[in-house]
């Protein structure tokens, strides 16, 4: 009888879990555990009240040279509240084969990335990280919805935790300057 119970305990929670991500409510991008380069793992709820940008990277990709960009976003503005995300993945065509040593080498020694990054992840298909299912789902993103297609798409990410916009890869991080700081004039929730 309690193995019942707690069966039946463990599915209703499962599913209010899952009502909460289908709904997009405010700051549930933010409540998934993610593991640092470092192979720390790393809450993203204290990120909650910040602007955050999340973006999966790669080392060998023609965009690449976004990571410049990327770290200049993160000088000018993390003292205001910008939070710069960093999530390798290698699932267009390879291009980041290297282990957390090597990607965390390259981006300090190319490119001086000081912003958070993470272990490499899957963004799109069955692997991908719940933290992707959800950025590109109907229920967050309404008709923008969708599989991530290459390297270095971004999700603004405003002070509420809610998903301000989605940019593909071609948008420089310098073209998202004007939406980074109207969310960032806009007081924490």
């Not at 599913?15 to 991500?21: C, L």
């Not at 999700?155 to 960032?184: C, H, M, N, Q, W």
Request: with cysteine; glycine share 10%.
């Amino acid at each position: 009888m309690n193995k019942l119970v707690a069966s039946a305990l463990m599915a209703v929670v499962a599913s209010a879990s899952v009502f909460a991500v289908e709904k997009g409510e405010a700051g549930e991008v933010l409540s998934h555990k993610m593991t640092s380069l470092e192979g720390k793992e790393v809450d993203l709820s204290k990120y909650q009240g910040d602007v955050v940008l999340i973006v999966n990277v790669a080392s060998k990709c023609g965009y690449t040279p976004q990571y410049t960009g990327l770290q200049a976003l993160h000088a000018k503005y993390n003292e205001q509240g910008l939070a710069v995300l960093g999530f390798p993945c290698n699932q267009f065509l390879g291009q980041e084969p290297g282990t957390s040593e090597d990607i965390a080498a390259f981006c300090e020694k190319e490119y001086g990335v000081e912003f958070d990054m993470f272990e490499k992840i899957e963004v799109k298909g069955a692997g991908a990280s719940p933290l992707y299912k959800q950025l590109t789902s109907k229920e967050v993103l309404g008709d923008d919805a969708g599989p991530v297609k290459w390297n270095f798409e971004k999700f603004l990410v405003g002070r509420d935790g809610k998903v301000i916009k989605r940019y593909r890869s071609g948008a420089t991080p310098e073209s998202l300057a004007g939406a980074i700081e109207a969310e960032l004039a806009k007081q924490g929730s």
